[in-house]
């Protein structure tokens, strides 16, 4: 039986939950957003499973990309885990509407709340003590019921969420490709590349041993998280700074401020556009 995990993830979270639901039903292929998805076609799986962030209220982009080029098979079981902080938006309702386009639809979806990731905006919260070991029982949970098969309605949009969507997120979307002109490196780059290969969207080159942002990035903090020497640092670009709104106005990286990732993900583990991996002992 062939089970693939299509997962994105910034600073782990999504991806330690995508290994643990693979261990728990079997093994199964985990496949990055970084990958070709012609290469790793779904068209004969038994199982398909989707795992992301929630990012302003809704998938990454490119995600959504991803799965609209992938290949599936109609009759398969399809679940998404998404993991967030608070607000889930219209993620789920993304991803049913991609799959209705294919002829088919999700079986199962839940979200996780995980530990905050957006540095940039705000420091990592709830504290990792208390939100780890609850991520934890959120993950057993979702495990179980995933390996049942079981069917379980997706969550959807609020009213509330739904009429406040296009006037909060859409100013923001629409300069989402100017927010990467914020980040610089300061002295401690060693040209080391880690950046670049984290990023789950391939956004950045290295150009003389230093990175270059190149103006599709989600602000996922991959590679603010994962740089060994804390050298890169944000400024508010100048986009962001015109539009004025309450987030746009809180976008800082203070030095002493912890840049989050999954404690247990490392930077190797991000790397790897694909692995496959084995059933739990
Ligand atoms: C750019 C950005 C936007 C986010 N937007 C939302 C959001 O709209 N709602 C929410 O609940 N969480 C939001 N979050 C929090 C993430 O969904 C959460 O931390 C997630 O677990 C990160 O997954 P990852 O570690 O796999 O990258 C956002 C985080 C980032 C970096």
């Given amino acids: 039986m062939k089970k693939v995990i299509y997962y994105f993830s910034g600073t782990g979270n999504s991806l330690y939950t995508a290994n643990k639901i693979a261990q728990a039903i079997g093994g199964a292929e985990l496949v990055s957003v970084r990958c070709n998805p012609q290469d790793f076609s779904a068209a004969d799986a038994d199982v398909i499973g989707f795992v992301c962030p929630v990012y302003e209220w809704d998938i990454p982009g490119t995600f959504k990309k991803f799965i609209q080029q992938l290949d599936i098979n109609p009759k398969a079981y399809v679940f998404m885990v998404a993991t967030y902080i608070a607000v889930l938006g219209k993620s789920f309702e993304t991803v049913q509407k991609l799959l209705e386009e294919k002829g088919t639809k999700l079986n199962y979806g839940r979200a996780i709340r995980c530990v905050a990731s957006q540095c940039i905006a705000y420091p990592p919260f709830p504290p990792e003590k208390i939100m780890l070991p609850y991520m934890e029982k959120q ?118 401020r912890k840049r989050y990732h999954h404690p247990l993900i490392k930077a190797a583990d991000l790397m790897r556009d694909n692995k496959t991996i084995q059933p739990e002992e």
């Fill in 139 to 256: 993950i057993k949970k979702v495990c179980k019921e995933i390996q049942q098969k079981k069917e379980r309605a997706y969550p959807r949009m609020s009213p509330i969420t739904r009429r406040r969507f296009p006037k909060i997120m859409g100013p923001y979307l629409a300069i989402e490709h100017e927010y990467d002109k914020g980040f610089y490196t300061d002295d401690r780059c060693k040209g080391c590349g880690i950046c670049q290969k984290v990023c789950p969207t391939r956004n950045i080159t290295m150009e003389n041993q230093k990175p270059n942002w190149n103006h599709h990035c989600h602000g996922c903090n991959a590679c603010v998280a994962y740089c060994p020497t804390k050298a890169i640092q944000f400024k508010t670009p100048q986009a962001y700074r015109e539009l004025g709104t309450l987030i746009t106005k809180i976008l800082c990286l203070p030095e002493k």
